[in-house]
T-cell receptor, first 117, second 117 residues
């Protein structure tokens, strides 16, 4: 069965610190997709990234980077030089491939990141 | 600017009441979703719809039903509200994909915080 675990419930850092949010997943499928979503205080989740299970290259987007390691079933998210605006709840999610009405998203429990000035 | 709107940000109902949560999207998306978000549990899928009048059960459909009579509108119905349905309810939509309903970026509404007394 699919499962996503975000063991860190809450993280607190001071502005400009680097922070890594962990995500571990379980799936029996060989083809799947991994996601990160951000939920700011306004409540609306915002899509950050999608990763294909066949693409293990790390990805960098500005201060954000993602490290996908199939060997450890992990898809970690690092924010470099954190800012107060990064304060949010971050969700990791998994979907398996499928057509039509399959392949729904399974979310982790979420990690609340607080960045203090 | 893409938008998913939910009828209420906050709602208080009494046990046994029938409750309607409305969601409207203006992006002509085929897929629509209802999640509930609870502390420590992340987001859990209640129901989703991949077309008008089509619906599929998610992971926790018990006690809920849905209606999708028009493409832009997806309603969540609590037939007889109970206190354990007190939660944050999130609606989302996405374009269809051959990779499964979870593949494409989901756009979320701001959520409805429902309290059942």
């Amino acid at each position: 069965a699919q499962k996503v675990t975000q063991a860190q419930t809450e993280i607190s850092v001071v502005e400009k610190e680097d922070v890594t949010l962990d995500c571990v997943y379980e799936t029996r499928d060989t083809t799947y997709y991994l996601f990160w979503y951000k939920q700011p205080p306004s409540g609306e989740l915002v899509f950050l990234i999608r990763r294909n299970s066949f693409d293990e290259q790390n990805e960098i987007s500005g201060r954000y980077s993602w490290n996908f390691q199939k060997s450890t079933s992990s898809f970690n998210f690092t924010i470099t030089a954190s800012q107060v605006v990064d304060s949010a709840v971050y969700f990791c999610a998994l979907s398996e491939t499928g057509s039509g009405n399959t392949g729904k998203l399974i979310f982790g429990q979420g990690t609340t990141l607080q960045v203090k000035p | 600017d893409v938008k998913v709107t939910q009828s209420s940000r906050y709602l208080v109902k009494r046990t046994g009441e029938k409750v309607f949560l409305e969601c409207v999207q203006d992006m002509d998306h085929e897929n629509m979703f209802w999640y509930r978000q609870d502390p420590g549990l992340g987001l859990r899928l209640i129901y989703f719809s991949y077309d008008v009048k089509m619906k599929e059960k998610g992971d926790i459909p018990e006690g809920y039903s849905v209606s999708r009579e028009k493409k832009e509108r997806f309603s969540l119905i609590l037939e007889s509200a109970s206190t354990n349905q007190t939660s944050m309810y999130l609606c989302a939509s996405s374009v269809e994909s051959t990779g499964g309903v979870g593949y494409n970026e989901q756009f979320f509404g701001p959520g409805t915080r429902l309290t059942v007394l």
